[in-house]
């Protein structure tokens, strides 16, 4: 954990294995963290209250989860520090509520890992990205499923614009078969759909990898992507963007 | 040691049967180790040759055991005292030591090893009068499986494993001796199951041959002819057993002959049938079996049933389409679903989707009635408004499919190899009724399809060495009883239109190589073209048979491919002019226009490809049109209205395609499809689809449609796409003039079209727009939802932040909203000065 302003290291944590995930609360008072199954220790999300500097010291969470059929790949706080929702290697997404601990609701809709979850501006809606060449659209209370973008290739992030009803996507070929292919087939494009009608209306190129992570800036009008090639791009939307309409 | 004095008594009480293992009664000679077990008096005498693999124990010590056990087994009998014996030859195969026949008046049968028939004669259900077989009774002993009687005692079975069975493939045998002193009751009790296995009386019966027109000779010479039949006959395989019969000391000019397996019986009935011995003695070989068949065939015929005629709909309803929107078959999800689409200009509609349709691939039929699919044990054809199934062809393995151009005929290929002699491999079949016309024998089908046939159906030819076997329908039969003698025949090709046979022979000895066309079926040979210097030919018709290109890669004496010639035969002018284009390059490609004179080659090395258009004039030389250089491609494709062409660059060129008019030689557009793999035409020549197969390349598997013009109109992506093929139309049923007439008013036919087309247009958009406005409906109910619990949840969220509203983003950037204000402001500004330029 790191001070933004002065650049200063604040807190180190140590696990035995990889970490898959990380974020902050809505209120910034918790964080939440995630590993990996290895090391003959099962998948596990861990809970800290920044407030309380002994648990971060100590590496004592005050509340751990345990996923241990599936690896939880992605995950975000939801419902003002209330619940979490995890997006898992085996496809599906859960609910949990850390109160309890208990899974309130879990939904199977990707064939594959579910590589990337973001909220939308107000946190009730959010878009998965999967391995199975589509990102969906969910309802964050209820994890009722909505909308379906698809590609032909894994994605492995996906953004809801804050300014416009628009979802913003980025993946290609994984990163192990890319040697084998050119970069042509590797479509390694940025991809924008619209966010009720599933359909694409425009793409850009721009990296020779994988896209690893897109995000909308927090004004809806440029957007960063971040590639296996090594680069972060930010793009500045031009003014065509923000006139297009669809014809309704 | 198998007690030999106890032979040859009680035969007639014994129901079971006996194995003969030693001609010369000597069984000494046998080295056998010993084992004394249980309750059963068994040998196992799993050999007849004496070839020791393990040398025996104690040989002497088990041969006075045996002899000691075999002497008790009178008294022990009650206490079933045994005495089992294992040898350790087990070099004896079950088929040798098979029961062979039954000699059903005394009860069981003999089996003699094959070493022994020479001699032998079996008695095959009174069918032979010679007997000799006394000598050879001489141990009684019966034959059991052996795993049956002891894999109930491991030690035992592990002792015979051990002893007999150094071959897996041999099925170790027992014989037991001495059951003669049971009854037959109590023998069914005990080895009730293995009674069972006696062999009927039938078995050997379908090695015999009878052989007809064999010269009658009288004693003196009888031995002279004996050896020349076996001479002639031991060619198929050993013959156990021959029979003259005799009249008035004469042979009856017929004979019987046993071989020793069926198989062999077959292949000399097979290949001997029509064998001339002499001027006046042609063989008619037939097996034994087959006149017990015919002999009981019924002598009241019974008529066949009449079959109602079962009616599958107009089998042509796709040509009602009101919009003349053709259909094509997609085979998708890696071979797992096959559908059949409209084509609209829009997009393909479904027709008909099935899981699991066919097993391989699919074909249409040449005028487009019928849709074939592959399967494992056949073939099966549908068609019909609903694709009901019409016929289906029961062909085992089948792997290839052909149709006659008429669609009358279908020809199917499987490779598995049949077991009897009727052949199986190529099967003509007769699409309408489902019956099988003929089929022929083949060993491989790498030059598919292996018959060809003629543009009318009424022809089809095959190729083989030196000859060209022409079959005529609906017989199919050879034409005129013989195929055509044309010495090096390398191959031929039909005309499309005429029964016209193109075919070129190489160059041998002093004759060069020459193509030559022959009609059908007056043989008349009406052009013949002598070339030199012949590497190797390809004949190309155009698709009218006016015209037929032969492909002529000339060599240099060291068989160096030194440049190509295409030898333009003229079909529609007198005496058949030939005219010839040589090109230096070497040739990727060539194609004729479908409907006109000119055709494309594409020639050079990759990556520098050129691609030349040639035209042939009336009564006039072939012009070179033009020549265009550095094309990326690899194969042509011309419309199949002609005029039209698409050159690509398929598989390793990316999938490059560039769409030409050759009337004035423009490149209409240049479009890519990267990694395309196939090109499809449709029949009407105004679409053209690329597509991805799953079969050839795994990813982005999808099929695009295009205009004939080079522009994108659909991307169909379709996970594991594999084929797409376009539904054929039979030809257009207009005459000539009503062509012309068409032609000559097209500009009032084409208004209509486009006011047809821009209605569609609107429509297929006014369609999108209601889509559209129906989602957003539906989305407007959440998302008012949303907005209200968003709204309830404030003041939680704000005492999250420590009070803060962090609800907008612009919330703590006033700033920017100055900016803004001020823009707004010079708006303002200039519709004042608008008002006051006006006054």
Redesign the interface.
């Known amino acids: 954990m790191w001070d933004l302003e002065t650049g200063k290291m604040l807190a180190e944590l140590e696990y035995g294995s990889a970490i898959r995930t990380c974020g902050f609360s ?4 918790n964080i939440m963290t995630s590993t990996d199954r290895t090391m003959g220790k099962s998948c596990e999300i861990q809970f800290y209250d920044i407030r309380d500097g002994s648990q971060l010291q100590n590496n004592e969470p005050y509340q751990r989860l345990s996923s241990p059929d599936s690896k939880v790949t992605s995950a975000v706080w939801s419902n ?2 209330k619940e979490l929702i995890s997006g898992h290697d085996n496809g599906a997404v859960c609910l949990w509520d850390l109160k309890t601990g208990d899974i309130l609701q879990e939904v199977e809709e990707h064939r594959k890992g579910v590589n990337d979850i973001q909220l939308n ?2 946190g ?2 959010f878009v998965t990205a999967s391995k199975d060449t589509t990102a969906k659209l969910f ?1 964050a ?1 209820t994890l009722q499923y ?1 909308k379906t973008y698809k590609t ?1 290739r894994p994605v492995n992030s996906a953004s809801i614009s ?1 300014l416009k009803e628009h979802i913003c996507l980025g993946g290609g070929q994984e990163a192990m078969d890319v040697t084998t ?1 050119s970069a ?2 590797g479509k390694f494009e940025t991809k924008f759909f619209h966010m ?3 359909e694409e209306f425009a793409r850009f190129k721009g990296h020779f990898g994988p896209i690893n992570s897109v995000a909308f800036h ?2 809806g009008k440029s957007c960063s992507t971040g590639g296996e090639d090594g680069f972060v791009k930010i793009n500045y939307f031009d003014s065509q963007y923000f006139e297009f309409e ?3 | 040691m198998l007690s030999q004095d106890k032979t040859d008594y009680t035969y007639s009480r014994s129901p079971s049967y006996s194995l003969d293992v030693n001609s010369d009664n000597n069984m000494d000679n046998y080295d056998v180790p010993f084992m004394s077990r249980r309750s059963y008096k068994a040998s196992y005498v799993p050999s007849v040759t004496p070839h020791s693999r393990m040398p025996p124990k104690d040989t002497a010590s088990s041969r006075r055991r045996s002899a000691r056990l075999a002497a008790q087994n009178g008294e022990d009998f009650p206490d079933q005292s045994v005495s089992t014996q294992f040898s350790s030859h087990a070099t004896i195969k079950p088929s040798q030591v098979r029961p062979r026949s039954v000699d059903p008046a005394m009860g069981r049968a003999k089996v003699a090893p094959r070493s022994l028939r020479g001699r032998r004669s079996t008695n095959q259900s009174g069918l032979f009068s010679e007997n000799d077989y006394g000598r050879e009774e001489q141990s009684l002993t019966h034959l059991y499986d052996l795993q049956k009687i002891v894999t109930n005692d491991q030690e035992v079975w592990d002792m015979i494993k051990l002893n007999v069975s150094p071959r897996d493939d041999y099925k170790p045998f027992l014989i037991v001796t001495g059951l003669d002193e049971f009854d037959d009751t109590e023998l069914s009790e005990l080895l009730g199951d293995l009674l069972k296995q006696k062999p009927a009386e039938a078995v050997g019966i379908d090695s015999v041959i009878v052989v007809d027109n064999i010269p009658q000779v009288g004693q003196d010479r009888i031995s002279k002819l004996r050896n020349v039949i076996r001479k002639i006959f031991s060619k198929y395989g050993e013959i156990t057993t021959e029979h003259y019969p005799e009249e008035n000391g004469k042979t009856k000019g017929f004979i019987f002959l046993e071989y020793d397996s069926h198989d062999h019986a077959v292949q000399a009935a097979k290949n001997m049938t029509g064998y001339k011995l002499d001027k006046s003695h042609t063989f008619s070989v037939n097996l034994f079996l087959d006149f017990d068949s015919y002999g009981n065939i019924p002598n009241d015929w019974v008529p066949p049933e009449k079959q109602n005629f079962v009616d599958h709909g107009n089998l042509k309803s796709w040509l009602l389409d009101p919009d003349c929107h053709d259909q094509y078959s997609v085979i998708y999800d890696g071979g797992e679903t096959t559908a059949i689409f409209k084509n609209t200009p829009t997009e393909g509609v479904l027709v008909e989707a099935r899981k699991r349709w066919t097993e391989t691939f699919v074909r249409w039929s040449p005028l487009g009635t019928y849709l074939a699919t592959m399967h494992q044990k056949g073939i099966a054809l549908w068609g019909g408004e609903k694709f009901v199934q019409i016929k289906r062809f029961a062909h085992q393995g089948v792997q290839l499919i052909d149709f006659s151009p008429c669609e009358r005929y279908m020809v199917s290929f499987s490779p598995i190899l049949s077991t009897s002699d009727e052949p199986m491999a190529i099967i003509v079949w007769d699409t309408r009724t489902g019956y099988k016309k003929r089929a022929f024998h083949c060993e491989t089908a790498s030059q598919w399809p292996i018959f060809k046939w003629s543009p009318d159906g009424k022809f089809f030819a095959r190729l083989s060495t030196d000859v060209l076997s022409v079959y005529e329908t609906p017989s199919c039969g050879l034409l005129d009883k013989k195929s055509i003698k044309i010495p090096g025949i390398k191959d031929f090709s039909w005309s499309p239109s005429e029964n016209i046979l193109a075919y070129w022979t190489p160059e041998a000895k002093d004759n060069p190589a020459r193509v030559t066309l022959i009609e059908i079926p007056s043989r008349k040979e009406l052009r013949v073209k002598n070339l030199f210097n012949v590497g190797d030919c390809k004949m190309h018709w155009q698709l009218q048979g006016d015209y037929l290109c032969v492909k002529v890669d000339r060599v240099t004496k060291s068989k160096k491919v030194q440049s190509c010639n295409f030898e333009i035969f003229r079909i529609r002018e007198k005496l058949f002019p030939v005219d010839s284009v040589e090109i230096k390059d070497g040739i990727l490609a060539f194609a004729w226009e479908p409907v006109g004179s000119k055709f494309c080659v594409l020639h050079g090395e990759p990556p520098r490809v050129s691609a030349s258009f040639y035209n042939i004039k009336k009564n006039a030389n072939i012009e070179l049109l033009k020549t265009m250089e550095k094309k990326q491609a690899n194969s042509v494709f011309w419309s199949p209205s002609g005029q039209f062409v698409v050159l690509a660059g398929l598989r390793n060129m990316n999938g490059y395609f560039e769409f030409i008019d050759s009337n004035d030689m423009t490149v209409m557009n240049s479009r890519e499809h ?2 395309a793999t196939d090109v499809e035409w449709d029949p009407t020549g105004r679409y053209v689809v690329t597509g991805v197969s799953w079969w050839s390349h795994k ?2 598997n999808a099929f695009w449609v295009w205009n004939f013009q080079g522009k994108l109109l659909q991307k169909c ?1 379709r996970e594991r796409f594999c084929q797409l093929l376009w539904r054929p139309r039979p030809p257009t049923l207009l005459t000539k003039e009503q062509i012309k007439e068409i032609k000559k008013n097209m500009k009032t036919y084409t208004k209509q079209f486009e006011l047809k087309d821009r209605m569609s247009l609107t429509k297929a ?1 006014k369609e999108q ?1 209601e889509k ?2 129906k ?2 409906a539906d ?1 407007q109910t ?1 998302q008012e939802w ?1 907005e209200q ?2 709204e309830s ?1 404030k003041e ?2 704000m005492s ?2 420590g009070g803060l509203d962090t609800d907008n ?2 919330s703590n950037f006033e700033e920017l909203e100055d900016e803004e204000e001020v823009e707004f402001f010079l708006g303002e500004e200039i519709t004042e000065i608008d008002e006051f330029e006006y006054e």
């Open positions: 809505f209120s910034g008072n003002l520090d501006r107000t009730q809606l309802n209370t909505l032909d804050p292919t042509r087939v009720i009608f599933e927090p004004d669809f014809e309704v | 990267f990694m990813v982005d992506a958009s727009i559209r406005q989602l957003l989305f959440l949303l619990t968003y949840q939680e969220r999250l932040r983003f612009d």
